[in-house]
């Protein structure tokens, strides 16, 4: 159980690492918008370790990120749309691992959190109006879900599955 848990420490701090150096960029097109390179590390938990145990990496996460961001307020958005996007990412990999592509996943799971935090955002805002933004975070979903699947699978090609032991 040590072993386990110093595993996912490592991953949690390779993600907010990721996290903080994504910061010091840019948003991308949108304002706020990121391509969430430290969800790398998240999908590797899931993809390594148990669904109970990625959502323990993302709550440690987005507590952490809103901590280190000197934005509390923003661990409701992070931890809402970590806790969707690990569960579709889960759920696709167990049921759907023969049909679809770790690329696949990374990007349906990155479009579900971007309107996962939309929906938040509105929800709180009281306001629909946000929802024009939806095409285009899908689409900045889509191109970072490729960016983040195609490295997660060069890691597991690489053998960075030393994760499971």
């Known amino acids: 159980m040590g072993k386990r848990l110093a595993k996912l ?17 840019p948003p991308l097109f949108i304002p706020g918008a990121k391509l969430g390179l430290g969800n790398i590390f998240v999908m590797l ?21 809103g901590i280190m961001a000197g934005n509390p307020f923003s661990i409701l958005f992070s931890f809402t749309a970590g806790f969707f996007a690990v569960t579709v990412t889960y759920l696709c990999l167990k049921f759907l691992q023969k049909y679809l592509s770790v690329v696949s996943v990374a990007s349906l799971s990155a479009c579900v959190h971007n309107m996962v935090q ?48």
Not at 53 to 59: C, G, Q, R
């Open 45 to 65: 938990a899931v993809i390594c370790f148990s669904y109970p145990e990625a959502l323990i990496l993302v709550t440690a996460k987005s507590l952490l990120a």
């Open 118 to 165: 939309l929906g938040v955002f509105s929800l709180i805002n009281g306001t629909k109006n946000l929802y024009f933004y939806a095409p285009y975070l899908a689409l900045l979903g889509v191109l970072s879900g490729i960016v983040t699947g195609f490295t997660v699978y060069l890691l597991i090609k690489r053998d960075f599955n030393f994760l499971k032991a």
């Open 9 to 25: 420490g490592l991953l949690c701090a390779l993600s907010l690492i990721m996290f903080l150096l994504e910061g010091l960029f």
